[in-house]
Structures are given as C-alpha cells and as structure tokens.
C-alpha cells in the first residue's frame, strides 16, 4: 500500500484523466471540423442535393460532433467490466446490421456502395460501429482464450472464422477500407494476445496472398491500384483523384496557400471533406498542416500505448488490448488514408479517423476515445487504491 | 522501484502472453509508418512541388484574352462615323442547372423567355451562347445572380451613328467584330488593335478563382480619320436620293473629291443600308457601286478627246470641225449626234457632245495614242482606294482595237469605267493637267499628281466644261450660283445582254470653281425614268452638291449670284481673260452655234 500511495501522489498522475490524450483527440476533432468546413464549402454551394448551403456540411459535422460527444460522456459512465459483458452481444449485433445493410430495400446506395442504413435523418454506416464492436470482441476473445493461446483450433480458428463472416459481408458492400481496419484490428489484438508468432507468420503470408487475389479477380480493385502506381499515365481517368490530391500536396509548400485558399477543393478533388480531407489540409495549411496532423496523431496513438501499459501494469488485461486494438485502429486507418492521400498507396474509400465528414465515424471514435479515457480514470482510480 | 515491483497480481500467464516486445513492435510499426508519411510529405510538398505545380496549373490555369476595343473611325472633323461599345455576350456551360426562379430571372434580364432559355440549357452541348450583345448594365445583374454555369464574355458592339448615310464607305463589321465591308475591310488590320491577355485559375466549373501574375493590357486600334466630311456627305447623300426618288432610278452614286489634296469628301449610293440594323439585306442595298460597278460612260469620255487633241497641238480651242449632217458610217455602222449639228468649233464638240465631232478627232490619232492617254488618267485599273471589290472597268488592248471601237470609245462606248474613276480622271482637268491620287484617309498638305496634260490645256478644257453648263450647252441645270462651274453630261445606253437596250445611265462630272479649282463632283444615276439625259438628271443634283459643297468649305464665289450675270468665254483669248475673272467676249461664242 505505501509503493501505491507514492505512485498515486507523484505530480504527473494528479489528474483524473491523461490531458495530453484528451486534447489531442479534441485538437484533431477541432481541426477536422474547421477542414471539413473549408473543403466543403463549394461544393455544398455548388449542388443543389444539398440545397446550395455553403454551411451545409458544417452544419451536420457539428451536429455528429456534439451527438458523438454526448454519446462520449455517457460510454464514459460505463465501467469496462461492463464493456466487457456486452461485447459479443455487441458483435453479434455489428454483424446483424452489417447484413441488414445488404438487405436490398433497407441498406443505401452511395456511388455504387451499400454502405448506409437510413435511420430518419441520417444514416447509419454499420462499418464504423463495427471497428468499435470488433476491437471490443477480440479483446475479450483473447482475454477468455489466454490459456489456450498457442492453439491452432482453440484460439485461431474461432476468431478467423468470426472475421471471415464479418469480412465477407464488408467485402460483398464493397467497403474494402473497412475490411483491411478490421482484420487488421483483430489479428492485431490476437498478436498482442500472445498468439504464436509462427502462426502469425503464415496468417498474414496467408492474407497477403488472399489480397493479391482479390485485387487480380476484381478490376474495379486493380484500376484503383494501377492508378496508385502512376496517377500521370492515365491523370484524367482512373488517376484523376489521386493526380489531383498530389497536386494539392504540391500546391501547398511549406505553409500552404492559406486556410479557404484550397483550388483543389473547387469541384476539381472528389470527396475533398471525407477521404481527401488532408490533401486540402495540405494545400491549405502546407507541409506544416501535414506535419501536425501526422504529429497530433502521434501524440494520441503513443498516449493510448502508454494507458495500454499501465493497465498491463494493473494487470487489466481486457482493457489493456482494448486500448491497444483502438491505438492500432486509429493507427491503422489513419495511415492508409493519409498514404492514399500522398499516393504510397492504392486509392480505397477510408475516411481520416477523427477527421474527416462522416457521422458514424466521427460518433464511433469519440465513443472510442470515452472507453479509452474510462480506462484510463479506472487506471488511475485503481492505481489511488479506489475499486471500480 | 523497479517495473515488476508495481505487478501486484502475480500472474504468469499474463506476464508472459502480453509481452511488453510485441506492443512495442506495433508501435514501431505505426511510428515508422508515420513517419514514412512525413517522408512523402516532405518530398511532395517541398522537392517535387514544381511538378505538381505545373500540373496543376495545366488543369486550372487558363490564359484569357481581353479583347482590344476596336478602333472608331471618324470623318475629317472627328465625327463619329463607327464607335464600339463593350458588350457581354452571356453563355452557359453543361453545369448549369436552374431552377424555375432562376430561369425567370435570368430570361427577365436577357429579354428572353425562360422556357427558350431552358431548352438551350437542356441541349446536348457543352457550351451554348444564351444571347450576344447585352448591356454591360444588365450583364452586371446576371453575374450578381451568381448562377451556376452561367459564363459571360466581352465582345464588343459596333454603333454606326450616321446610319445609311455613309454605309458604304464606313462598312461594317461581323459577329466576330472583324470587318466585313467598306473601310471597316480596308482598314482592318490598323482597326482591330491587339488583344491583352490576363492569366487566371478557374475552378472546374469554369468560375474563375483569382489572376495570377500581370496581366497584358491590349492595345486597342488606331482610329482612322476619314477624308469624308459629314455635312458634304449629307449634302451628296440627299440630293442624290432625291434624284433617285423624282426619276424612279434604280440606283445612283455621287462622288465629291478635293483636287488639291486628292481627299473623297463625299461618297454616296443608292440604294442604301442601316449598317445597324443589318437583319435584311440584299446584294444591291450592299453594293458599293461608286467603286464596284463599272459602266459605259457615254459623253463624259468626249473631253479626254479634246484634250488629248489640243495636248498635240493638232487642234486648237477655236479649230473647226464639220459636225454636218449629224450621220457617219464607218465600215457598217452608223454614229449619229441626238440633234444634227453644222461645222463646231472644238469648244463646242464638248459643249454640244456632238458624237460626230468628238469620233472625227478620235479617228485623227493612232489608237495607241488614245488607249495611252486613257490609261495615263486612270482608265483599265482600280483607283486603288483599298474598297474591297474594287473594280478597274474595261478598257481593251490598243491592238485590237477596230476603227469603229476607237470612234465609239471617243464618245464612251466601249469602255467602262467607275464613277470614282471618273472622278479621278477629271481631277487632271481640275488641276494643271495631273491627276491627283484619291484618298479615303483624310491627307497633310498638298499631294504631287501623275502628269498626263500640260497645263494649258487642261485650262482651256475647263472653259469648254464651264461652256457645257451655259443656256447654250447640254446641261445649263448643272449651274451653281455664285459660282463658275464647269462638267460634261454623259448619257449612255446601257448594255442588257451585250445589247444596247433602252436603258440610260445619266451621269455628269465636273469641276468648280473654275477660277481655282477645289472640287471634282462625279454623279450617276441608273436607270432613270422620265427623263434621261446626263444634263437633266445628274445636271441639278451636281448643281447642288457642288454649290453646297463649295459653300461648305468656305470657298469664295467667283461670280455674281445674278442669272443676268452669266458669262461664258468661247475663245482662247477670252479664255484667258475670263480666268483672271474679268468678264469679256460673252456675245462672240452666240454666233457659233
């Protein structure tokens, strides 16, 4: 008891939660509001589906902003043992909606992708919850499965079974953006679980190959890749988006062109405020915008690793691999859509996390980070020698 | 206290599966990924830029064209004869969707009618005009509409305030601004100035953004001063419709030239157009005929003749020629004067327009000399005044030319000529026998002439003209108060079908004042009806424009106003006398007719 009364009255854990993880999750989302803004501007005057509303999307992306925050303040009220006990439920009910998405007459078509459930005045993207459901799932999976851990059958093949009945139905959307987050959520938590580094070996030789595969039978997948390749050699067809995203990057030198300055943005770069939000952060606020995304994002992922290890230290081992599944969500989808966006790699529907328009998304990460930050205060509630 | 000292759960299992390598290899893995990204960045943003730059700007960057205001044309006294007024012409691309307000709007300021409007928009086209020419006014209020896909251009609208007047001359110019006819042809390439450029970056809808560096100012065209002076140009134009209206003619033109600078003070046809208002147009209102149509020109050709006979030597103002009977046969065809006349002197050829007379001096010269003559004042090729359609009437190889050719070409068969031409000829009578190149463009000073006559005899031609317009000569109508003038009538069947048809052609040209020559004043009318003789028909409208013009630029009179007054010289000596304006001899020239 008296090594945890020095621990509870050392400076740095005086507060309640981690501040530097809380704003920079509230930085990110501030920031994405305001390029959001920006880059939708003209093209929300421009149409007239969206009544020619400069404000339109600013509008709505306040709207998920404050729904998601309030969604945040009362998942932050859920003990994690609770989170626990209803996370197969939760999964369970991720994969019911995901099929009721391709239920013709239910689920909505956007650009040839059945990805939206109507739900009254917005719709619901099941995908997103579904990142939450299945960073919550398979940490309590590895949790319950600890022991038999280095079994092929026990522990492996449960939960590759679960994931190819999840990744099917992403894939029969298509939301292949989707697919890759997830699995590699999933497996992440599995590796950090302690599955045998073997097995992980052969699994993911196993998933490179079934990748290769589904971009060789399906063209749709293929043109997107050979546009990543060289966006010059066909710039007005399959390479128009991406060209015109590095154009923005190139545009935007080091301080950028000032924010609202975005030509990009008018009409030239398709979905300039959901999956190109940082190719007119670029052009708008430069090499210098760039770098404090990619650095806020930093910041919050090494925030996460660190509340991850401190309950590895508290011996919380769920809530430990639920933060680490969420830091390599945020981490992984933040990097393939900031690569998509440079061109590393191959253009594929994924928003920025925390960032770009989209209202499940931006609901589903500010839940995400409550769950972190409820972690966090029971770590330091447990650490003051108080029992959650 | 070192790390496991914090575990309080002694558990093996997790101590060994949550094994503190793994997380941090999945960080290192996020981080290097990371930072890959701001590798890329860097190199995106800050070395390869260029590239993507110029990129860019081959996809958003457009060089716009600022048209240059073309440039007026104005008369000698810097009226306004062509002015442009920067217009819109309004255009919509294939993004313009309007709604129902908007259409109603738009066709409100447009002056069209929103459904008209909306099946344009609704064609198949990427790019459709609306309307051309409307009022930088109203181009304002469309563009504060702020319509999607709704696009304006400048263009420019030509204003022809003298109208018909001088629609001739003037021309005009098409859609495109470019000079379709008359001067607005003839000059364009001084008009029509350079277009300015201005770089901007335009957002895929075609909007633009903002410019982008300097723009290049255009230079806009010279303006070209005319020769023409409006209030003669009013004076010509009238008198000539008048005529056109009292003898129903088809057509006529005037020409009003100064002699001493070779400038055209007037230019006018009929029939005419309104260069505004061009919606129906036919080829004869277009025509302009004082340059373009060639004809016979009777009687007016007879004082070339006499000059060229006294230029020789081989006849004198007073020498005689047997007019009688008023027939000649020459090889099968006849030549007959309209009244017989007995013996004339060479004045009096002139002053009769005795075809008889005027073919006996012919036929005295080799037609080498003839045709020599004929083409030293101008006759066989265009004036050159730069009119599009310029013609150089006809006047044929001296060798081929048979005996009864040369004789009909004394009295003007058998060539043709313009009335332009005409009047550049008569300047060398006007002048000291040189002809003075004619000029649209107002000219400094004084212009050297083409010698063709030496300056006595184009003198004593002057006193044969000045006699054509005495009671006693063919057209006493063509006589101006209070000054002494002097023309020769023409009256010409017209060829139909290579036929000589009923038909006339009237015409006269001449000279004022005498005693100092300013003006040379051509007319022809076409076809008149009732009444077709040079001296009744084109005699009073040259009366008028010559008296109105010579009023106009201030010349002072050489005679008294008073009918009573009239005095006309018949001899050389006499002549002489009468140029230095002391009035002698007038009886002797009654005895010679």
């Known amino acids: 008891m008296n090594r945890l009364m020095r621990i509870i009255n050392s400076p740095e854990d005086q507060s309640e939660v981690d501040p530097l993880l809380v704003w920079s999750a509230l930085a990110l989302l ?26 339109y999307f600013l509008i709505r992306h306040a709207i998920f902003l404050l729904i998601g925050l309030t969604a945040a303040g009362a998942a932050f009220q859920i003990p994690i043992q609770t989170w626990q006990r209803w996370s197969p439920w939760l999964f369970v009910g991720g994969i019911v909606l995901l099929a009721l998405v391709l239920v013709p007459g239910l689920g909505r078509d956007v650009n040839g992708a059945r990805r939206w459930l109507p739900l009254f005045v ?98 749709y997948r293929r043109d997107r890749i050979f546009g990543f390749m060289d966006p010059w050699a066909d710039a007005l067809g399959r390479g128009y988006q991406l060209s015109h995203s590095l154009i923005a990057f190139g545009r935007g030198e080091f301080f950028g062109v000032g924010l609202g300055g975005s030509v990009e943005k008018l009409f030239y770069l398709p979905e300039a405020h959901t999956d190109f939000l940082l190719a007119v952060i670029a052009e708008e606020l430069g090499f210098v915008g760039v770098i404090v995304v990619i650095g806020l994002f930093g910041l919050l992922i090494q925030r996460i690793i660190m509340v991850s290890k401190q309950c590895i230290k508290l011996d919380r081992c769920f809530a430990a691999l639920v933060a680490q599944g969420i830091a390599i969500w945020i981490g992984v989808q933040s990097f393939i859509n900031m690569g998509v966006n440079m061109g590393l790699l191959p253009t594929k529907g994924l928003t920025l996390p925390m960032m770009s328009f989209g209202g499940s998304g931006i609901f589903v990460n500010c839940v995400a980070i409550a769950i972190l930050l409820r972690i966090d205060w029971e770590n330091r509630q447990m650490m003051r020698g108080r029992r959650t | 206290m070192s790390r496991k000292d914090h575990r309080f759960t002694e558990s093996p299992v997790l101590k060994d599966q949550l094994a503190s390598w793994r997380i941090h290899f999945v960080s290192a893995l996020i981080f290097g990924a990371l930072l890959a990204l701001v590798g890329r960045a860097f190199y995106l943003q800050l070395i390869h830029e260029d590239f993507l730059q110029e990129r860019g700007d081959a996809r958003y960057r457009r060089v716009l064209e600022i048209p240059a205001s073309r440039g007026k044309i104005l008369d000698r006294h810097g009226d306004m004869l062509a002015q442009s007024t920067p217009m819109r012409a309004v255009w919509a691309t294939a993004d313009a969707k309007l709604d129902k307000e908007q259409l109603k709007a738009l066709g409100d300021l447009l002056e069209m009618d929103p459904r008209q409007i909306e099946k344009k928009l609704n064609g198949d086209k990427n790019f459709v005009y ?92 010279e303006d070209i001063q005319l020769a023409i002076d409006s209030k003669i140009q009013f004076i010509a134009f009238n008198a000539l419709r008048n005529a056109v209206d009292k003898f129903n003619a088809k057509g006529g033109s005037v020409i009003v030239a100064d002699i001493k600078t070779g400038e055209i003070l007037a230019l006018a046809n009929w029939p005419t157009y309104n260069p505004n208002n061009r ?90 000399d003839m045709w020599t003559m004929f083409s030293k004042v101008g006759f066989g090729k265009p004036v050159g005044l730069g009119f599009p359609g310029e013609v150089g009437g006809r006047l044929r190889p001296w060798q081929t030319w048979k005996p009864i050719e040369q004789a009909t070409m004394s009295y003007g068969h058998g060539i043709s000529v313009t009335v332009v031409q005409l009047a550049h000829a008569y300047t060398a009578f006007a002048r000291d026998g040189d002809t003075v190149p004619l000029s649209l463009l107002k000219t400094k000073g004084q212009v050297a002439g083409q010698p063709v006559f030496a300056p006595e005899t184009s003198r004593q031609v002057r006193l044969m003209l000045e006699m054509v317009v005495s009671p006693e000569g ?24 290579g036929r000589y048809a009923n038909k006339y052609l009237a015409s006269f040209v001449g000279i004022g004042p005498i005693s100092d020559p300013r003006l040379v004043v051509g007319v022809v009318v076409d076809e008149p009806v009732g009444g077709h003789y040079g001296g009744d028909v084109a005699g009073p409208v ?25 005095k006309v010289a018949s001899t050389p000596a006499a002549a002489s006398a009468a140029q230095a304006n002391v009035p002698t001899g007038a009886a002797k020239k009654k005895g010679a007719h």
């Open chain 1, 30 to 55: 501030l920031i994405g509001m305001v390029m959001v803004y920006s880059a939708s501007i003209a093209f929300a005057e421009g149409s007239r589906i969206f009544g020619r509303n400069p404000n």
């Open chain 2, 474 to 497: 063919t057209a006493n109508k063509a006589a101006v108060p209070g000054y002494r003038v002097g023309g020769k009538t023409g009256t010409a069947h017209k060829l139909v079908g």
């Open chain 2, 542 to 566: 040259f009366s008028e424009v010559m008296g109105g013009a010579l009023r106009t630029l201030g010349v002072p009179q050489d005679k008294d106003s008073t009918p009573a007054a009239l």
């Open chain 2, 130 to 221: 609306l309307k051309h020419q409307v009022s930088p006014d109203a181009a304002a209020r469309i563009a504060a509409l702020k319509l999607p896909g709704i696009q304006m251009d400048r263009e420019y609208s030509r204003f022809y305030p003298a109208g018909d007047m001088v629609a001739h001359m003037v021309g005009f110019t098409g859609k495109d601004d470019r000079g379709q006819e008359g001067v607005e042809l003839a000059f364009e390439s001084r008009l029509i100035g350079t277009n300015g450029e201005r770089t901007v970056i335009k957002d895929r809808r075609g909007q633009i953004v903002e410019e982008v560096g300097s723009e290049r100012p255009p230079q806009d065209g």
């Open chain 1, 122 to 219: 917005v719709n619901l993207q099941p995908s997103e919850l579904m990142k939450l459901f299945v960073v919550l799932y398979a940490a309590d999976f590895t949790v319950r499965k600890m022991n038999v851990m280095h079994s092929l059958k026990k522990a492996f093949l449960p939960m590759f079974v679960a994931m190819v009945l999840v990744g099917s139905l992403l894939l029969k959307e298509p939301d292949f953006g989707a697919f890759v987050v997830i699995i590699s959520i999933a497996f992440g938590i599995l590796f950090l679980g302690g599955m045998k580094t073997r097995l992980f070996a052969i699994l993911i030789l196993l998933l490179l190959m079934a990748f290769a595969v589904l971009i060789i039978v399906s063209p």
């Open chain 2, 279 to 368: 919606s129906q147009l036919s080829g004869g209102q277009l025509r302009n005929r004082a340059v373009t149509d060639s004809f016979e020109p009777g009687s007016t050709m007879k004082p070339f003749i006499a000059a060229l006979a006294l230029d020789r030597g081989k006849y004198k103002f007073d020498s005689i020629i047997n007019c009688a009977p008023g027939k000649m046969t020459i090889g099968t065809a006849t030549i007959s004067d309209a009244h017989p006349h007995g013996a004339l002197t060479l004045a009096q050829v002139i002053q009769k327009s005795s075809n008889i007379g005027a073919t006996k001096i012919a036929l005295g010269f080799p037609s080498e």
